[in-house]
T-cell receptor, first 113, second 112 residues
Framework: DSGVTQTPKHLITATGQRVTLRCSPRSGDLSVYWYQQSLDQGLQFLIQYYNGEERAKGNILERFSAQQFPDLHSELNLSSLELGDSALYFC????????????FGDGTRLSIL | GESVGLHLPTLSVQEGDNSIINCAYSNSASDYFIWYKQESGKGPQFIIDIRSNMDKRQGQRVTVLLNKTVKHLSLQIAATQPGDSAVYFCAETHFGNEKLTFGTGTRLTIIP
């Protein structure tokens, strides 16, 4: 058990809809990272928050947004969903310092019908 | 752009034998490397890491080797067990950039 909790485990919705994925980091970790894992793109970094502030952005679409709350949990919001957004979405957390490992949750599987 | 481990090979190893999983990276500025194990239905699980000032690091049944000259990373698993069957990813990052760049992974199958 990595200590990172993600909910829900599975999400099925339709095109055009909006969903929110939730992540609780490991106790003591200040950084939260979101990654997308799809069959054709592998694991891709989306965005990082550190202690409530956005720290780094990767290949995140404008339809996607995230935030980190004062209790350090994070939410990833996906809107105007398209079929191609079907993927596994992982959250990871770390202490937020250089050269420290990130620990991953078990992901949310998003299926767009 | 940055790329790590462009291929998704498969590797089958007899239970009890040693296995070696390889990874190539292209960013010469990379200074921190991690190996992850991903089992079906689970997230990537941290196995071992290594910093660029080292060329070898050992854990329990695992050893990571780093060759910065040829930008190559390997994970050795000793005395493999059925529970070692999974997809293994290498990931890298560099100073000032905490995001991980992942390889496409290697599927390891342990044959009983």
């Amino acid at each position: 058990d990595s200590g990172v909790t993600q909910t829900p485990k599975h999400l099925i919705t339709a095109t055009g809809q909006r969903v929110t994925l939730r992540c609780s980091p490991r106790s003591g970790d200040l950084s939260v990272y979101w990654y997308q894992q799809s069959l054709d793109q592998g694991l891709q970094f989306l965005i990082q928050y550190y202690n409530g502030e956005e720290r780094a952005k990767g290949n995140i679409l404008e339809r996607f947004s995230a935030q980190q709350f004062p209790d350090l949990h994070s939410e990833l919001n996906l809107s105007s969903l398209e079929l191609g957004d079907s993927a596994l979405y992982f959250c990871a957390s770390s202490v937020g310092q250089e050269n420290q490992p990130q620990h991953f949750g078990d992901g949310t599987r998003l299926s767009i019908l | 752009g940055e790329s790590v481990g462009l291929h998704l090979p498969t590797l089958s190893v007899q239970e009890g034998d040693n296995s070696i999983i390889n990874c190539a990276y292209s960013n010469s500025a990379s200074d921190y490397f991690i190996w992850y194990k991903q089992e079906s239905g689970k997230g990537p699980q941290f196995i071992i890491d290594i910093r660029s000032n080292m060329d070898k690091r050992q854990g329990q049944r695992v050893t990571v080797l780093l060759n910065k000259t040829v930008k190559h990373l390997s994970l050795q698993i000793a005395a493999t067990q059925p529970g070692d069957s999974a997809v293994y990813f290498c990931a890298e990052t560099h100073f000032g950039n905490e995001k991980l760049t992942f390889g496409t992974g290697t599927r390891l199958t342990i044959i009983p």
